[in-house]
Structures are given as C-alpha cells and as structure tokens.
C-alpha cells in the first residue's frame, strides 16, 4: 500500500482539510471508542470527520485502494486483521435544538447529586481537586463512551463541525488525559480548553451527572501553574493591576458614558453599595443609569464605590489566574467594608456569581455583607410596594444568563418582575431556566475566541428566540453585548428584536415611558 501521508494527501483531495484529523489529541479523544479500548485492533491512525454518504463511499473507494481498514464510529468488528493504517469514520451529528427540546421535555433529571457535592464539599482548592479527580477517573466516566447527549447541548461543538474534541465530551476525555499523564499541555490541549464558556449546560443535560465545566476550570488552573495561559488573559489581569478594568478602560472614563453620573453626590457609607461591574459601567451604560435612577427615586441611602470600584476578578477566577483573583479580591473587600454596607446590590450576574460561589468555593473568602443581584433587590421592592409599575404593552422573551441562573440557582427573581408590569406577557423561551442556551460570552472566550463567541448568540438568536415578541431582555451585561452585536452581524439572526436589562424594563414601567 501507499504511505500514510500519501493516503491522507489524496483525502485532502476529496474533503475539506479541517475535516481529517490525525493531531494526537484527536487520535487520543477518539481512541475511546469501545472498539478501541476492547485493543482487538491497532491503534488509530486516522479520524475523518464526514457529514454525507457520498463522503463516506468516496472514503470507502479510496481506502480500498490503499488497503486501509475502515471503521464507523459504534460499530464492532468481530475478529483481528493485518492492516497498517486504520481510519475512523466520524458520521454521528450534532443533535439540533429541536431533538434537545423534546428530550428536555421528556426529562426530569437535571442537577442533583454531583451539585450537592460540589455546592457543600467545596471552598477550597484542595477540594475542588479531589472532587475533580474523583469525576475523571470515577466508574461514571466509562458511561460516556457511546452517549453524545452532550454534543448537542455543547455552546461550542457547532462551531467546530461537531468534532469531538471540541464538544463537552472531548475536552472531559482530554481533562483526563493530562491528569493522568497521556496528554502533555499542548497548544492543541490549551486551545480546546479555553474554547468553552464554561456554562453547565452539558453538565445539566448530563445523565451521568458529570460536572464537566468544574474540570476544564481546574484544568485551567493548572495551566496558570505552568504559565501557559494564553497571552489575552495575562493582559487582561495587568489591565486589571494598573487600570482596574480588563478591557484597560482607564478611572476617568469609566462613567464617562453614564448620564448624570458626574453629578450624583453620594456619602462614602451607606446602607446599600451599588456594585456595578466593569462590563456594566463601561459597555452597557443605559442600565447603569436605570439601576442609579430607581434607587434615587425610591430615597434609599445607598452609595458606590465609583473610581475606586475596579473589577471583581471573574475573567481571573474563570481562566485560571487565581492569585492574581485573590489580590483583587483582597482589596476589594477591604473597600468594600470601608462603606459599612449591610448589602451589595450589582447588577451583573458574573459579579453576582463571583461573589456569591466563587470567591468562597475557590478563593476561601467571603464579603462581609448580603449579596443581592438587581433582580434580587427590586422583586423585594415590589413586594414591599416601594415600586409600583404601570402598563408596558409588551410581549418580552427572557433570556437566562448562565451565571445567574445554572451556576447560582436564580430563575425566579427576573420572571417575577415581568409578571409584576401590568399588560406585559412573558413568552418563554423553547430553552429555559437550567436548560437555557448560554449566549457564548462567558468564562473569558469572548475575549479568546470572539468569532466562536457571536456564532454561538446568532444561533441563540436564530433558532431559540420566539417569533411574536418584542424584546428580549436579560439580566448581564456580556449577554446584552453578544446579543446586541449578533444581532447586527447578517440577516440570518433576529436583528429586528430589541435586547435591554431587565432594570431598564423596570425603570421604563416605573416611570410610564416607552423603552428607547
């Protein structure tokens, strides 16, 4: 027969490069295939990635030719054979978001034991460790082997043709394979587990429980320890150092787009702190200005932390650089206590999650106060009827950010304000509450990989967002970006939809005033 690389010369003759895979950490991922692991036959030699039978019979002709064994992907063959080179064809699709809906709908196992584990048995590395270590080299793991519920649900496998070592599964197996010393650090092995935004949404969809988001977050920690982050994450935390802001957004424009902000008079102490959050007070200022203007409205005795606000160290907690997370965190609190606030009110759900689960879970600290996010604090409002709202007629879609609702268990809050503005209908989404779509922003690959990022929203936008609505609103900011600039990317996205905060709709039903 001719060579490997003569055979693998005339695929790329017949396919699209991007479709044969012969890296490593492909061969190793896909090495777990159970007729693979049962070593009846060689190693794998070749994965081919097909997405038609005129693919696949064109792959078949060529192999024949070459002497090349050929093997589907879930099929068993029943004895040994003599070849040099073995090739696996990869034919299994990505499940669309039609099958995921039905099989949510016949589901009603979502996160229990795995979760429980992890909300009570962590708040330290060490432990997170052994959780870790207990998830990838647990009996469970073994389950995966031909189950691809995750593939469909993962926000980046689209985005890479569906290709395993890019979904949910893939980057578990390759979790286990540096842990266990088989995959070294590689860029392949770090590219793969930054590609991920770490929403859950597998993890919720998982029958196995596997919480797989929590691995690749210790996983990048430990390339942190080797300093191998990519290099757009060490210069978002010295962003962080000199300006306080990831995006190097300097003090002195931090409000500069905020109506009225330079002429707000605040105490340094209060009963409340407004924690705004870097994405909010610099990229999305109008629901700034909404939060500012309710609380003014209501006469509550509230302040913020303004120029001295800085950031709250997500994006360092999310891609592993978590001493420099602790420095900020540090400092932080220490501003934080300076106001003697009794609660935080932000209204960003990765500040919210930060605060609330990763700052004890990871870091092993706590602020000294009760944390709320906005939703939180204005349901309480309502309830008391120190807000009273009047008529929006509105059919509005409510999108769940994955921070605020899967990782930090707050679904009902936001839905309750909805229902709280007369004539307003909430229309919900096909996917919801834990089983929401994320928008592709979190866990720092907006800023890694932008294009996966707004692939990943315009098919949120596209596929997922009900038909008769007016609005879509939600309640983070990163999400409110990645839908705003989707939306404006090409006509195969919903672009004629608004997207605001759920504090603007709030302010907009307080005041009677039709949304901008």
């Given at each position: ?29 896909y ?5 693979f692991?049962?070593?009846?036959y ?8 097909i ?39 990869d ?57 691809i ?20 599964k ?8 540096v ?9 392949k ?17 998982c029958?196995?429980?596997?919480e ?10 430990k ?15 010295n ?60 006469n ?6 303004g ?16 001493e ?150 939600t ?6 970006l ?6 404006r ?12 905060d ?15």
């Open positions: 027969m001719k060579s490997k690389n003569e055979f693998i010369k005339q695929l790329k003759g017949i396919l699209n490069e991007n479709q044969i895979l012969t890296d490593f950490e492909d061969l190793y991922v090495s777990f295939e159970k007729t692991l049962d070593q009846i060689p190693k794998l030699d070749i994965v081919v990635k997405s038609s039978l005129k693919e696949e019979q064109k792959i078949l002709e060529l192999a024949i030719k070459n002497d090349i064994v050929v093997i589907k992907r879930g099929e068993e063959y029943p004895s040994r054979f003599n070849k040099d080179t073995v090739l696996l064809l034919d299994v699709e990505i499940p669309n978001l039609e099958d995921c809906i039905e099989e949510i709908e016949d589901k009603d196992k979502f996160i229990k034991k795995i979760y429980e584990t992890y909300r009570n048995g962590y708040s330290t590395y060490r432990n997170l460790a052994l959780a870790v270590q207990n998830l990838l080299f647990g009996k469970t793991l073994n389950k995966c082997q031909l189950c519920t995750c593939s469909g649900y993962c926000t980046v496998s689209p985005s890479f043709n569906g290709i395993e070592t890019w979904n949910s893939g980057k578990m197996l390759i979790s286990r394979g842990m266990k010393g088989e995959l070294a650090f590689s860029n092995v770090i590219d793969t587990l930054y590609s991920c935004t770490k929403c859950g949404l597998c993890f919720a969809q029958y196995q429980d596997l797989f988001h929590e691995a690749i977050l210790y996983l990048r920690r390339i942190a320890e080797n300093n191998l982050v990519p290099q757009v994450f060490y210069t978002a935390a962003n962080i150092s000199e300006h306080g802001d990831p995006s190097a957004t300097t003090v002195d424009r931090r409000f500069s787009r905020i109506k009225n902000m330079s002429n707000l008079i605040l105490p340094e102490t209060a009963e409340t702190l407004c924690f705004l959050g870097c994405t909010t007070a610099t990229r999305t200022p109008k629901t700034t200005e909404a939060f500012i203007n309710i609380l003014t409205r209501l509550l005795d509230f302040t913020i932390l120029k001295r606000e800085g950031c709250c160290g997500y994006i360092l907690l999310s891609t592993g650089l978590w420099q997370a602790k420095k900020v965190a540090n400092e932080l609190i220490k501003k934080i206590e300076k106001t003697k606030a009794k609660t935080i009110v932000t209204p960003c759900s990765g500040c919210y999650y930060t605060f609330t689960r990763l700052y004890p879970e990871i870091l092993d600290l706590n602020i000294p106060c009760k944390i709320l996010h906005t939703s939180q604090f204005l349901e309480k409002m309502i309830k008391e009827k120190e807000i009273r709202l009047k008529p929006l007629n509105l059919k509005v879609t409510y999108h769940d950010p994955c921070s605020l609702g899967r990782h930090s268990k707050v679904y009902d809050p936001p839905r309750n304000l909805l229902k709280a503005i007369p004539n307003l209908e909430l229309i919900e989404m096909p996917l919801n509450r834990k089983c929401a779509r994320c928008c592709g922003g979190g866990a720092g690959l907006w800023t890694f990989n932008n294009k996966v990022s707004l692939e990943t929203t315009q098919i949120r936008l596209k596929d997922l967002i009900p038909t008769n609505v007016n609005i879509l609103t309640a983070c900011p990163q999400c409110q990645n839908f705003r600039f989707a939306s990317m090409n006509s195969l996205t919903n672009n004629s939809i608004k997207i605001y759920i504090t603007e709709m709030v302010e907009a039903a307080m005041k009677n005033e039709k949304l901008n």
